[in-house]
């Protein structure tokens, strides 16, 4: 067991004091950070107002369009397509018809592109015209209709809140802060799969093109050499991770002090003006709404099983990474070829997250998250969503148990082929030799 | 002398080929013992079960006295491979002590040990340079403090020599020398015979898998000497016909005979003696292990085959 922890001394402190692992360290958060409000940032500033000539043939839209930072609206006289340009408008809405029913109701004439911001906002506010014009059919007043404006447009007036039920206490229910947490645990799982398996088959695959890997076992078993890298590295990340939280928590409280409200208002409004469209400005004005709320989540448990399927899902895919590392030669394409059906997997977790955290208790959700290939990402996107309420305790104590169970398999696996291939030189393994070497007795 | 190492009928099996098949042999503390072999013969193989790395199928390996146990035993062995290197990136003093350390040493012992083989090597300005800046023949040199830093009893060395000028060659033999005198047990694997001649005290040739000579240096000329002689006269013009020899070269004054069966080299004195032709110089020429070598491995196709094994 001493010469294990000689190993992992030296696998951690020789990647720390890597100059490679500082700069990923600092530049990472920073990076996220950037791309979150940088994007929401452009979002705002990209929008550009068009001016849009309305020719309306029913005079029930006429003069009720209201100019919004996507879109600027006059009403020239005798407008035609072939005109409006030396009106100077960029666009030309011909409303030919209310009725539905009837073609060529609608129609936008333009030379070019003006980007579906400018076609959410007709749609937005046609629809809003029309609201108004069928209500005042009915004998709604336009004073009446003012007033119903002002005070739905007042935030206080919807005091929304969820709650959920679990036994006789109730607790209250953020979806969106369980979102993004689940979301970016999830992520950082799925990157970090790859970043330290990668690492783990790089530092295995060193060991043999330098040809120290007969010197080292002579001294140590294999599998001791193996399992001191795997746990070396792990401590690597586990540092980083940290340096990660306490950055990122440091800078996302330094950002918006640095950002001017004014960016951010028109974020909001760019958010209106195209719900569909803006899902960066959202994550960041979620991040600065999350911080809010944030003592909503039950953090303890969330960390715990965080670092928990950090660990697992890395234990369980380093062993898997180590034996390509050990079976391949100087050639990076062999490691490509190896790698795939590693890689596999973990893509498909990714994937399977992105649905199971729309649905936290469905099926597929259930079945990513006990099977311990995709456990590490899957059930990091559900547990946010609440235990034991989204996920039972047992389907969480399951999903443990087999990753536990799954990661001493994979290292057991892996540490036969890692026994044979670190030794061989000159030819790649094929599948069938290394199921042989697994097979094989001592 | 005490034996440090006995390997009894060892044998390891692979897929495809009897790696090792039925190798016995043993190693007296302090010799330098010379394992030969054509590529291929399992001499890898054979390093590799006596270091703890593979287990061998059949057969034991006693070191000093008891039942080889690679988990302990690992001190007592420093085992340079053929195929060898260090980690590119570190630095030189931290490898050593690294390896060091792996091999059962505290801390301090480890730096007390690399300090003073350093310098012995003239190595110490080295200690803060990478790995990857040495050359070739001071990786090597680096290589061999590693193995034997430790101070085992067996030191296995594979091909040690290979890209050292004479210089560095020279110290590490030396090095080998010392290591011998002091009690260690040194196994020297190599191809070059003119090294082994002048090196190892013992040598055992293993090919195919089989151990096919086994013996001291000497002991070995002597069994495969050919009875050929160097003979010089004072003047020439002598009468080479005799029954007891024939001549193989004559190079003027200078002769290589041949004695033929059933008589000795005192008949061929006899007849020179008995023309009245001084001898100025008659000795007995031994055949080089490089001819042994060829000898008995030639024959045999120079790769070896694969092969079904049925174990």
Redesign the interface.
């Known amino acids: 067991m001493n ?1 294990v922890w ?2 992992i001394r ?1 696998e951690y402190l ?1 990647r720390v004091r890597n100059k490679t692992f500082l700069l990923s360290t600092f530049l990472f958060p920073l990076i996220m950070i950037l791309f979150v409000f940088g994007s929401a940032y452009l979002g705002a500033k990209s929008i550009q107002q068009y001016k849009i000539a309305v020719k309306d043939e029913t005079n029930l839209y006429k003069n009720n369009f209201k100019t919004g930072n996507a879109a600027f609206f006059g009403y020239p006289d005798q407008v035609t397509t072939s005109n409006y340009k030396e009106k100077g408008y960029e666009g030309l809405l011909i409303i030919y018809s209310a009725d539905q029913q009837k073609a060529d109701s609608v129609r936008l004439y333009s030379d070019k592109e003006l980007g579906l911001a400018t076609d959410e906002a007709i749609k937005n506010q046609m629809q809003k015209i029309n609201e108004e014009r069928l209500l005042m059919e009915k004998g709604v007043s336009r004073a009446i209709l003012d007033s119903i404006h002002a005070k739905s447009a007042n935030e206080d007036l919807l005091n929304y809140r969820s709650y959920k039920i679990s036994g006789s206490e109730l607790k209250e229910d953020n979806k969106a802060l369980a979102y993004g947490i689940g979301f970016g645990s999830g992520i950082i799982i799925y990157i970090t799969l790859f970043v330290y398996g990668a690492s783990v088959m790089r530092g295995v695959m ?2 043999k093109t ?3 890997a ?8 294999p599998f001791q050499l193996m399992l001191g890298k795997i746990i070396g590295i792990a401590a690597v990340g586990l540092t980083q991770l940290l340096l990660w939280i306490i950055l990122i928590t440091v800078l996302s409280s330094v950002i918006p002090v640095l950002l001017s409200p004014d960016v951010l208002q028109q974020a909001q409004q760019a958010n209106q003006s195209m719900p569909n469209m803006a899902q960066n400005n959202t994550m960041a004005l979620k991040v600065l709404e999350v911080k809010g709320i944030m003592a909503t989540a039950n953090w303890p448990l969330i960390i715990g099983c965080f670092l928990f399927y950090f660990l697992g899902g890395y234990l369980f895919y380093a062993a898997l990474f180590a034996a390509v590392g050990s079976v391949v030669n100087e050639d990076p394409q062999e490691a490509q070829s190896l790698m795939l059906p590693i890689t596999m997997p973990i893509i498909l977790g990714f994937i399977m997250m992105t649905s199971s955290i729309q649905n936290p208790s469905g099926p597929l959700a259930f079945w990513g998250s006990i099977i311990p290939f995709t456990s590490p990402i899957v059930m990091m996107s559900r547990i946010p969503s609440g235990v034991p309420d989204s996920v039972p305790y047992w389907q969480l104590g399951l999903s443990m148990l087999l990753l536990i169970a799954g990661f001493l398999f994979t290292t057991w696996l892996s540490g036969k082929i890692y026994r044979t291939g670190i ?1 061989m ?1 000159g030819k790649k393994a094929s599948w069938k030799e290394m199921i ?1 070497w697994v097979f094989r007795k ?1 | 002398m005490s034996t440090i190492l006995e390997i009894q009928h060892l044998k390891k099996y692979f897929a495809s080929q009897k790696a090792v098949d039925d190798i016995s042999f043993k190693l007296e503390k302090g010799s330098i013992f010379g394992l030969l072999g054509p590529n291929g013969a399992g001499k890898t193989t054979l390093i590799r079960m006596i270091t703890g790395i593979f287990y061998p199928d059949e057969g034991s390996i006693m070191l000093n006295g008891k039942a080889f146990n690679p988990v302990n035993d690992v001190i007592d062995i420093g085992y340079m491979p053929e195929e060898r290197g260090l980690y590119k990136k570190m630095k030189v003093g931290e490898q050593a002590m690294y390896l060091a350390q792996l091999k059962g040493l505290s801390k301090a012992e480890a730096f007390e040990r690399v300090k003073y083989w350093f310098e012995k090597f003239e190595m110490s300005s080295w200690w803060n340079k990478k790995v990857e800046d040495l050359s070739k023949g001071m990786g090597q040199k680096l290589q061999f403090v590693t193995t034997v830093l430790h101070e085992p009893k067996l030191v296995i060395l594979d091909e040690p020599f290979s890209g050292l000028d004479p210089v560095n060659s020279n110290l590490i033999k030396d090095e080998i020398y010392n290591l011998a005198k002091k009690g260690t047990s040194i196994i020297f694997s190599t191809h070059r015979m003119e090294q082994v001649e002048e090196i190892c005290d013992h040598i055992v040739l293993v090919n195919k898998g089989n151990k096919i000579l086994d013996g001291g240096v000497n002991e070995v000329k002597q069994q495969f000497k050919e009875n050929i002689f160097n003979l010089e006269l004072d003047t020439d013009g002598a009468s080479l016909n005799h029954p007891s020899f024939h001549v193989e070269k004559q190079n003027g004054k200078e002769l290589i005979v041949k004695i033929n069966e059933r008589h000795n080299s005192n008949d061929v004195l006899l007849h020179f003696i008995n023309q009245n032709k001084k001898i100025v110089a008659f000795h007995e020429i031994l055949p080089s292990l490089n001819d042994i070598f060829i000898h008995l491995v030639e024959g045999t196709p120079t790769a070896r085959q694969f092969e079904t094994v049925n174990a």
């Open positions: 010469k000689i190993i030296r020789t060193e060991e330098n040809r120290i007969e010197v080292m076992v002579s001294s140590v078993k030794l030189y042989k001592s």
